[in-house]
C-alpha cells in the first residue's frame, strides 16, 4: 500500500474512491522525480533562467537602526517571477505535469497570486488552465484576476459557502474528479492531501537552501530566529526546511484579522479556537464548531484567510520546534507602512505578517542577533486594499475619475 | 445482517431502490415527509445525510442541500435524532451518509454507538478510504454496523479485493467520473466494469451518480442489485414540491 503521509498524527489522505489511483500516479510521479538527481536540477535550472533564483537576501540597515536590537535580514521571494513564492511550488508542479504527460493544469487561489503563478506556468508549458477563486477574493484581487485571463487562464468565481480560499478548493477537487485524466490539480500550498504537504514543502525548500547558505555568508553565523508568515503553509515550510536540524527558533505568524478574541480570524496554531478534524483531504488544526463544520474566517490578507494548515506545521507545532504568534490587520498595515518608508521594500499583505513579529522580537536581541524574514511576496496586488487601509483620498479620487471615465464611453 | 435483508427483498423484486435525502433540506419536516413518502413508494433502503460544510464529492444540488440545511440550524444531534425517529417509525434500513469529521468531531466510537442505539443500519462515509478507516472499522463492528464503501470505474481489481475485505452491507459502485448530480450515459460500456464489482464481492450491488428516470432503472435490472436515487429527488422536490416525490418513486419501476 502507498505511503499514506503522516506527519505525527496529521496528514494523512481522506479521498474519494474516484481519485485513488489518480493519487497513486501522482505519488509515484513525485518519488521518481524525487529519487531522479536530474530532476532537481532541471528545476533549479529552469528557477534560474526563468524566474529569479537564487532569489537576494536583504540587509534591512535602516529598519535594524529603527528597532536597535537584532540586525534584520529578508530573504526576497517578492522577486520571483509573478511577484511571490507561489511560483516554486508551481514551475516544479509544472515539470511533473508533463513528465505525468497530461495537458491540463487547475487550480484554487486565495490573494491570486498562486493563481498567477499557475496561469503563468500554463501559458510556458502550453497546458490548458482553469483557475478556481472565492467571490470575495475575486473582488479584492481584481489585478490578478486581470493578469490571469490575460496569460489564457479561465477563472471561475467560487460563489459556494464562504467564497474564500477553502471554497475554491473544493470547486477544484469537484473538478478533478471529473477530469483527472488529462488535468493535473497544481495544489497551492503545503496542505491536502498525500502527497501534497510533502510535494509542495519540497519545492518550496529551494527558499531555505539557499537562505542558509547565503546568511551564513554575509553574516558568517546563523540566524538567531526565522519568521514566515503562514496561510497553509508553504513559504513557511519552504524557508524553514533550510534551518530544521540546526539551532535555530523558527517563528510562523498567522492572521490574527480583527484580533484573537474576535473570533473574526485565521490563526489555527496561534489561537485556542481551533481543533482537530479532517477536511479537504487531510488531518490538521481547523477552525471549526463542535460538529465539525469549518467556520468563517477573516484576514485583510486573502492568502492567510484559511481554515486549515500543513499538517508538517501542526506537527512541528505540537513537537514544540516552531513557535507561533498571530499579527492583527492593523499591526500589519503598520509594518507594511513603516518597511516601505525605511526600505523602499513592498512585501505582500501576508508577508507583512512575518514582519509584525519579527518587529515585535527585535528589539529584545542584541546587534550580535541576526533575524531574517521570508518576504514571500511583493504588495503590488494589494494596491486597492492597501490604499483602502491607508484611506488614501488620491486613489479614491483617481478611481472615480477612471469610472466616469468608463461611464463617458 | 443488512446485505441478508436486502438479498431477501432481491429474491421479491429484480430491482431495489435505494433513495437519498439531505436531512433538514429545507426542513426537518419536510424532510419526514419525504421519507414517508419515499416509504410508501416502495423504496427499499434510504441514504440520510448529514450536512457537511464541505461536501467535495457532491456536485451542485447537493451542495447547496447542504448549505440550505446548515443555514436553517442543522446540527448533528438534531439529524441524529431525526435518523432514530424515521428509524423506529419505518420498517426498511437507514444508512447515515456523511463525510468523515462529522464522526471524527463527534467521536468514531460515540458516533456508531448512537447510531446502535438509534435503531439505524450502517454508514456511507465517502471521503474515508479503508487505508485511514482503523478506528472507523473497529466501532462500526463493535456494534454490528454496516460498513458500506465504494468502488470506482478506475479502481482496480486488486483494491476492489481489499476494498470488499472490509465492506459490510452492500458496495455502492459509483457509475462514473465526477460529483453528484451530473448526467451519466448508462450504456454497455458499464458491463465490464461491474462485472469486475461482482468479481470482488458477492454482497448486494449498488449502483449510483446520475440515476434519474425509469430508463435508467430499467438499464440497471440485472445488472445491479439496487438503483441509488440521489440528486434527482432533491430536483422534483425542488421544482414540483414534497407531494411530487411519491409519484416520482412509484413511476420509476411501475
Ligand atoms: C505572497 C503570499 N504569501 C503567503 C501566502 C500564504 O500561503 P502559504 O502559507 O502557503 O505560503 C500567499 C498565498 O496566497 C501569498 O500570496
Redesign the pocket.
Known amino acids: 500500500m502507498p505511503e499514506r503521509g503522516y506527519y505525527g498524527q496529521f496528514g494523512g489522505s481522506f479521498i474519494p474512491e474516484i481519485l485513488v489511483a489518480t493519487f497513486d500516479e501522482l505519488i509515484q510521479a513525485f518519488e521518481e522525480a524525487k529519487a531522479d538527481p536530474g530532476f532537481w536540477k532541471a528545476y533549479e535550472t529552469l528557477m534560474g533562467s526563468y524566474s529569479c533564483r537564487p532569489t537576494p537576501l536583504s540587509y534591512a540597515e535602516n529598519l535594524t537602526e529603527h528597532f536597535g536590537g537584532a540586525r534584520i535580514y529578508i530573504k526576497r521571494e517578492d522577486l520571483n517571477h509573478t511577484g511571490?513564492?507561489?511560483a516554486n511550488n508551481v514551475m516544479g508542479q509544472g515539470l511533473l505535469v508533463k513528465r505525468m504527460g497530461k495537458s491540463r493544469v487547475i487550480a484554487e487561489?486565495?490573494?491570486?497570486?498562486?493563481g498567477v503563478a499557475t496561469a503563468t506556468m500554463a501559458a510556458k508549458f502550453g497546458f490548458d488552465c482553469t483557475i478556481y477563486m472565492g467571490e470575495v477574493d475575486v473582488q479584492r484581487q481584481r489585478p490578478n484576476v486581470f493578469w490571469m485571463e490575460r496569460l489564457g487562464a479561465t477563472v471561475v468565481p467560487v460563489t459556494e459557502g464562504t467564497r474564500i480560499l477553502k471554497d475554491a478548493i473544493n470547486e477544484a477537487f469537484r473538478d478533478w474528479v471529473t477530469n483527472m485524466d488529462d488535468t493535473h490539480y497544481a495544489l497551492?500550498?503545503?496542505c491536502g492531501p498525500h502527497p501534497f504537504p510533502e510535494m509542495v514543502t519540497w519545492f518550496q525548500s529551494i527558499i531555505g537552501q539557499e537562505a542558509r547558505g547565503q546568511v551564513l555568508k554575509e553574516t558568517g553565523r546563523l540566524p538567531t530566529r526565522v519568521y514566515?508568515?503562514?496561510?497553509?503553509?508553504?513559504?513557511?515550510m519552504g524557508v524553514f526546511s533550510g534551518f530544521l536540524d540546526d539551532d535555530v527558533e523558527l517563528v510562523g505568524v498567522e492572521a490574527g484579522g480583527r484580533g484573537l478574541d474576535t473570533g473574526a480570524h485565521a490563526a489555527r496554531l496561534a489561537s485556542r479556537d481551533a481543533s482537530l478534524g479532517v477536511a479537504q483531504g487531510y488531518k490538521t488544526y481547523f477552525l471549526q464548531d463542535d460538529d465539525g463544520q469549518m467556520r468563517e474566517t477573516h484576514s485583510v490578507?486573502?492568502?492567510?484567510d484559511y481554515v486549515g494548515v500543513s499538517p508538517i506545521l501542526s506537527h512541528l507545532k505540537e513537537s514544540g520546534r516552531v513557535r507561533f504568534a498571530a499579527a492583527t490587520d492593523q499591526e500589519v498595515v503598520d509594518a507594511l507602512s513603516l518597511t516601505i518608508r525605511k526600505e523602499g521594500l513592498i512585501p505582500?499583505l501576508?508577508?507583512a505578517h512575518g514582519f509584525v513579529q519579527a518587529f515585535k522580537e527585535a528589539p529584545e536581541l542584541s546587534r550580535d542577533d541576526v533575524i531574517l524574514i521570508n518576504q514571500?511576496?511583493r504588495g503590488d496586488k494589494d494596491i486597492f486594499t492597501v490604499a483602502d487601509a491607508f484611506d488614501d483620498p488620491n486613489w479614491r479620487q483617481f478611481i472615480r475619475d477612471k469610472a466616469e471615465e468608463y461611464d463617458a464611453r | 445482517m443488512l446485505a441478508e435483508t436486502l438479498r431477501a427483498r432481491r429474491q421479491e423484486r429484480e430491482i431495489l431502490l435505494m433513495t437519498h435525502i439531505v436531512m433538514g433540506y429545507p426542513s426537518f419536516d419536510a424532510s419526514l415527509r419525504v421519507v414517508e413518502a419515499m416509504v410508501e413508494a416502495g423504496v427499499e433502503i434510504m441514504e440520510l445525510q448529514i450536512p457537511f460544510s464541505e461536501p467535495i464529492a457532491d456536485g451542485p444540488v447537493i451542495l447547496h442541500a447542504n448549505q440550505g440545511s446548515l443555514q436553517a440550524g442543522s446540527t448533528v444531534e438534531r439529524c441524529l435524532t431525526f435518523g432514530e425517529e424515521v428509524a423506529r417509525r419505518f420498517d426498511i434500513p437507514f444508512l447515515l451518509m456523511s463525510y468523515y469529521n462529522i464522526l471524527f468531531k463527534y467521536g468514531v466510537e460515540a458516533f456508531a454507538q448512537r447510531m446502535a442505539e438509534a435503531g439505524l443500519a450502517g454508514a456511507i462515509v465517502p471521503d474515508l478510504p479503508p487505508e485511514e478507516a482503523g478506528d472507523y472499522l473497529a466501532a462500526m463492528a463493535a456494534h454490528d454496523l454496516a460498513t458500506v464503501f465504494i468502488f470506482s470505474p478506475n479502481t482496480s481489481d486488486e483494491r476492489m479485493a481489499r476494498i470488499a475485505a472490509v465492506a459490510q452491507g452492500l458496495v455502492y459502485c459509483v457509475a462514473r467520473k465526477g460529483v453528484t448530480g451530473a448526467d451519466t450515459a448508462f450504456s454497455d460500456e458499464l458491463d465490464a466494469y461491474l462485472a469486475r464489482c461482482r468479481t470482488a464481492t458477492d454482497l448486494p450491488l449498488a449502483l449510483g451518480f446520475g440515476v434519474k428516470d425509469r430508463a435508467d432503472v430499467d438499464f440497471l435490472r440485472g445488472r445491479v442489485d439496487l438503483a441509488v436515487i440521489g440528486t434527482q429527488t432533491i430536483r422534483v422536490m425542488e421544482e414540483q414540491g414534497v407531494d411530487a416525490i411519491k409519484p416520482f418513486i412509484e413511476g420509476l419501476r411501475s
Request: aromatic residues 0%.
Open positions: 511571490a513564492h507561489k487561489t486565495g490573494a491570486g497570486q498562486h497551492g500550498t503545503a514566515a508568515c503562514v496561510g497553509g503553509g508553504s513559504n513557511a490578507a486573502a492568502g492567510l505582500a501576508e508577508s514571500s511576496g
